[in-house]
């Protein structure tokens, strides 16, 4: 792509940076003097009371573990000395542009753009990154070394892999942090913000810094929403439903009927214990529990408990007994039918595998179809991730598990998450909650985002070892569980899969590995965006498209090279499948009225539980 004109005049450059960087000097120094005044009072009485508690700076991920593989790329790096001159001589080449390039537009001369930020990049949407040549050069110089950085350290020759992607991936956590936006001196916005307001931004933002940092027990919790707009059950979790079944770990919620017929055959959602379950019953806009009840489907979801020392000894097994395979019985049972459905979403998805192998072996057919939405059941390749995940950290992790008491805290993984999309998930919110001082904004998915759930030692500890590390369920017996040992090429029944093409935890290429697995009908389906948005994407929204293909060739490039797309939501798409399937008509189900009774109202107090 040929590099962008700029042809603005130095006269058009000066009235648009007005206000972002001709700032009288000894104004803003008065500016800054009582912003240092203000902020010393309140770091004062912050360290009075601040108690940190050690928890690790990069979630699951082990800071001396990526200090080694660092130490592992110098030595690749001083071992061929040429490759460093060369890559030197690149960066020297583009800082001449770009000060050439500046020269000419501070003469007024047509110049060209050396760095441009992609179209995606929301750091630099200001227009004053642009029309001020101070900031653009700022940010052009940036671009340029940062990217100059990724590519020389990428380029290191005989790296392990698993070296190789802790180097790239926090190269580019440093980068990300160092960038120009995320400092008052050198983000035009901010500054305008400064003077304008004489200092006060970055007054309510330190105070906004303490509050998440006193909110996190002394690690930086960063608010990325007002969650004081939200409560569970009054906003968001809202569908009507009561809770008929419960254990130590689940509870089971059966949906009121929105339709005075439904399908013979109920569904029931496993979705993931990383995260509360009402990511799929958000708002009745965007509930896709909602919509399936209006399509005539008598729905059940399991609701996770948030598990503490108490439960530091579940593990992976329990979770499928008391977890999947409870579910499935007592939604049988709720509404008395012999077969059900069931779908899994993420983790959710990887137990529901496991589980499906282990009523094969057992001759039980309770199960109709099952459908798996951005769900890993094949683990060589999961992208980002993996940078938390090898054995040195997991031993570390384990450590950290026995020492908190038995769990691994929600916050870790939470951290770990914001990590694979740092820009979007902290740094922008540094930039807005600190530097800008404005309050977040009321956002219902990032309220449940920041509703994070801890993980059992044993369980978590199983999960890691043989599905990350050893990548065993795909390996006929691989893992057993119950006496059984798993194998994925028994399951024979129709299965549905949905996979998000943007997905940077459950990348889709991975996931259609298991078209090669099971060994019944699969119909493939892949959906724009990513883990989250590409599944809560209700068809009123008229958002984003799917893709579908008949076939299913060896590989993910092939399957979408042939593949056909179609405009908005693949709720659609799901539903047209389903429903084929799932028996004759037959009178709405209130909860409470079959074998099962009621406990409570939905969304019941496991989900209602947050961690403070």
Not at 337 to 353: P, Q, R
Not at 540 to 562: I, R
Request: glycine fraction near 6%.
């Amino acid at each position: 792509m040929p590099p962008a004109k700029n042809t603005q005049s130095p006269s058009g450059d000066a009235a648009a940076g007005a206000d972002a960087s001709a700032v009288p000097g000894e104004e803003m120094a008065k500016i800054m003097a009582d912003i240092a005044e203000k902020s010393r009072a309140i770091l004062t009485d912050f360290a009075a009371k601040s108690k940190p508690d050690g928890t690790s700076p990069l979630g699951m991920g082990d800071p001396l573990n990526v200090a080694s593989a660092f130490m592992e790329l110098t030595t690749r790096m001083l071992a061929n000395p040429v490759q460093m001159v060369e890559a030197q001589m690149s960066l020297w080449r583009g800082t001449m542009d770009l000060w050439r390039n500046a020269t000419l537009r501070m003469l007024g001369q047509p110049a060209e753009t050396v760095a441009a930020p992609d179209a995606a990049d929301r750091r630099f949407k200001d227009d004053g990154w642009s029309n001020n040549l101070v900031f653009d050069f700022i940010k052009q110089s940036y671009l340029l070394t940062s990217r100059w950085m990724q590519s020389t350290v990428g380029a290191v020759d005989g790296l392990e892999a698993d070296s190789k992607r802790k180097v790239d991936f926090y190269t580019r956590q440093f980068v990300d942090a160092i960038a120009p936006s995320n400092f008052v001196l050198t983000n035009p916005e901010v500054l305008r913000a400064t003077y304008d307001s004489k200092g006060e931004n970055l007054v309510k933002g330190l105070q906004n810094l303490l509050a998440d940092l006193e909110r996190g027990k002394g690690q930086l919790r960063i608010s990325m929403t007002d969650e004081s707009a939200f409560k569970v059950g009054e906003n968001v979790a809202v569908t009507p439903g009561k809770v008929v079944f419960q254990n130590e770990l689940i509870q089971l919620i059966q949906y009121a009927p929105t339709t005075e017929t439904v399908h013979e055959t109920p569904l029931l959602i496993i979705p993931p214990w990383i995260n509360k379950y009402y990511i799929l019953d958000l708002r009745a806009k965007n509930s896709l529990v909602k919509w399936l009840t209006d399509q005539g489907c008598t729905t059940f979801i399991v609701s996770w408990i948030n598990p503490d020392e108490r439960l530091a000894k579940k593990t992976f097994e329990d979770y499928m007994r008391e977890g999947a395979l409870a579910a499935i019985e007592a939604t049988k049972a709720a509404v008395g039918v012999k077969k059900i459905h069931v779908t899994g979403y993420c983790i959710g998805g990887t137990l529901l595998a496991c589980t499906l192998a282990y009523l094969k072996a057992k001759k039980d057919d309770s199960v109709a179809s099952a459908s798996f939405i951005t769900a890993l059941t094949d683990f060589r390749d999961v992208g980002d991730i993996k940078v938390f995940i090898d054995e040195k950290q997991v031993a570390n992790l384990e450590n950290r598990m026995d020492e908190a008491g038995g769990y691994l805290e929600g916050s870790d993984m939470a951290i770990s998450f914001n990590m694979l999309r740092a820009n979007d998930l902290i740094w922008s919110f540094v930039v807005n909650n600190y530097l800008l001082g404005k309050d977040p904004f009321p956002f219902d998915l990032l309220y449940w985002n920041a509703d994070s759930t801890r993980m059992p030692r044993a369980m978590h500890s199983f999960y890691l070892r043989n599905m990350y590390l050893k990548n065993a369920l795909v390996t006929p017996g691989g893992i057993t569980l119950g006496g059984v040992p798993i194998d994925l090429t028994t399951v024979t029944l129709p299965i549905f899969m949905i996979s998000c093409r943007e997905d940077h935890i459950a990348p889709w290429v991975s996931t259609y590995e298991a078209t090669k697995h099971f060994k019944g009908p699969i119909r493939f389906v892949l959906s724009a965006s990513g883990h989250v948005a590409g599944v809560v994407n209700p068809p009123v929204a008229g958002k984003y498209c799917y893709w579908t293909n008949d076939k299913l060739p060896k590989t993910a490039d092939a399957w979408l090279n042939g593949a056909t797309e179609h405009p908005g939501s693949w709720w659609t798409a799901w539903d047209q499948w389903l429903a084929p399937q799932s028996g004759k008509k037959v009178k709405a189900r209130v909860p409470g009225a079959g074998k099962l009774k009621v406990i409570e109202d939905a969304p019941g107090n496991y989900a209602k539980a947050r961690l403070a």
